[in-house]
């Protein structure tokens, strides 16, 4: 059987930094994320009794080694839960992004939440979309979010009752835009997350985000847009001083990065613009504001010399109509 699904990826807003159980991906704490419209996922699986194996195809890449077995963490998650006989056929998934990946703009999040959402659908089973979001996890525990949509906040756990995604109402989805402004410097998130804890700054950041997520909860049902990304802002500094001090060193920011953060402060602080930056583990930027001052931020990110793209806040993931199928 086949199926088409369509994931937005996230934006971090309290993000989580390593991992208790890395082939489950329980994290170490809750994290909150927003997704990003309209960049999005689009993935096709279909259960195969002709195929001689499972083939995983990104953007026109046939995948291998680590990128391959992440994937076929999902897949056999997916098996595990099904009933029907067709789910232990050989699978063929093919994946397409609408936005770049490995540079920081939550590829993997969408990549596995339209994996998880499509096998899942693929395989007649019949979950809820916190359900689904423990499968999608099995590759990305950001994915987790992706799958609920808009605000969410995934859940630390020891199993797949409790490490779950939820959404979090909010009145700033229809208000909120995120400028990316694209800084191309390739990132690896996964060696990042298994020195977390290697990092002198871990048990501080581990003291200090149980505050940050109860903070952003409140400010997202609140629908308070400062204190929301003036958070999140906050948080990326303190996600960047742990990266930082780990055995790796990791400084994913480059110049184009920090002449970002400057120009956001300017019309922050200059111009009174609802502005804020916030990014994850790589170079590129997220930039924060409402849709009044869209245009103005995304012109002075611009003007910063790096690509810029315009996103609304995302849904959750989606089955798409057999139309939409990538093969």
């Given at each position: 059987?086949?199926?088409?699904?369509?994931?937005?990826?996230?934006?971090?807003?309290?993000k989580?930094?390593?991992?208790?159980?890395?082939?489950?991906?329980?994290p170490?704490?809750?994290?909150?994320?927003?997704?990003?419209?309209?960049?999005?996922?689009?993935?096709?699986?279909?259960?195969?009794?002709?195929?001689?194996?499972?083939?995983?195809?990104?953007?026109?890449?046939?995948?291998?080694?680590?990128g391959?077995?992440?994937?076929?963490?999902?897949?056999?998650?997916?098996?595990?839960?099904?009933?029907?006989?067709?789910?232990?056929?050989p699978?063929?998934?093919?994946?397409?992004?609408?936005?770049?990946?490995?540079?920081?703009?939550?590829?993997?999040?969408?990549?596995?939440?339209?994996?998880?959402?499509?096998?899942?659908?693929?395989?007649?089973?019949?979950?809820?979309?916190?359900?689904i979001?423990?499968?999608a996890?099995?590759?990305?525990?950001?994915?987790?979010r992706?799958?609920?949509?808009?605000?969410?906040?995934?859940?630390?756990?020891?199993?797949?009752?409790?490490?779950?995604?939820?959404?979090?109402?909010?009145?700033l989805?229809?208000?909120?835009?995120?400028?990316?402004?694209?800084?191309?410097?390739?990132?690896?998130?996964?060696?990042?997350?298994?020195?977390?804890?290697?990092?002198?700054?871990?048990?501080a950041?581990?003291?200090?985000?149980?505050?940050?997520?109860?903070?952003?909860?409140?400010?997202?049902?609140?629908?308070?847009?400062?204190?929301?990304?003036?958070?999140?802002?906050?948080?990326?500094?303190?996600?960047?001083?742990?990266?930082?001090?780990?055995?790796a060193?990791?400084?994913?920011?480059?110049?184009?990065?920090?002449?970002?953060?400057?120009?956001?402060r300017r019309?922050?602080?200059?111009?009174?613009?609802?502005?804020?930056?916030?990014?994850?583990?790589?170079?590129?930027?997220?930039?924060?504001?409402?849709?009044?001052y869209?245009d103005?931020?995304?012109n002075?990110v611009?003007?910063?010399?790096?690509?810029?793209?315009?996103?609304?806040?995302?849904?959750?993931?989606?089955?798409?109509?057999?139309s939409?199928?990538?093969?």
């Amino acid at each position: 059987m086949k199926a088409t699904a369509k994931a937005h990826p996230i934006q971090g807003l309290v993000k989580y930094h390593g991992m208790r159980d890395h082939e489950k991906r329980y994290p170490y704490h809750d994290s909150i994320s927003v997704c990003t419209a309209p960049s999005h996922t689009k993935t096709t699986v279909e259960f195969d009794a002709s195929l001689d194996g499972d083939v995983y195809v990104v953007d026109g890449e046939e995948l291998s080694g680590h990128g391959a077995d992440r994937v076929a963490n999902v897949v056999s998650r997916v098996r595990e839960l099904a009933d029907a006989d067709h789910a232990a056929d050989p699978v063929r998934l093919e994946s397409e992004n609408s936005f770049p990946s490995n540079v920081g703009l939550g590829s993997s999040s969408s990549g596995f939440a339209a994996a998880a959402m499509a096998l899942v659908a693929a395989a007649d089973l019949d979950l809820s979309l916190p359900e689904i979001s423990t499968v999608a996890r099995r590759g990305s525990s950001s994915a987790a979010r992706a799958v609920t949509g808009g605000f969410s906040d995934l859940h630390m756990g020891l199993n797949d009752h409790d490490c779950r995604s939820e959404r979090i109402e909010s009145s700033l989805e229809d208000d909120v835009r995120i400028v990316a402004g694209l800084v191309p410097a390739y990132k690896e998130t996964e060696q990042a997350h298994r020195e977390a804890a290697d990092s002198h700054m871990f048990d501080a950041r581990m003291a200090h985000v149980q505050d940050q997520l109860v903070e952003m909860r409140d400010a997202l049902r609140e629908g308070d847009f400062d204190r929301t990304f003036e958070t999140a802002e906050h948080d990326s500094l303190s996600l960047a001083a742990t990266t930082m001090t780990g055995p790796a060193g990791w400084v994913y920011w480059q110049p184009d990065t920090l002449e970002v953060f400057n120009a956001v402060r300017r019309l922050r602080n200059e111009e009174d613009v609802p502005v804020y930056f916030s990014t994850d583990t790589g170079a590129s930027v997220y930039v924060n504001t409402t849709a009044e001052y869209v245009d103005r931020v995304e012109n002075v990110v611009a003007d910063c010399g790096v690509e810029t793209m315009a996103w609304e806040v995302g849904g959750p993931a989606e089955v798409l109509p057999e139309s939409e199928a990538l093969f």
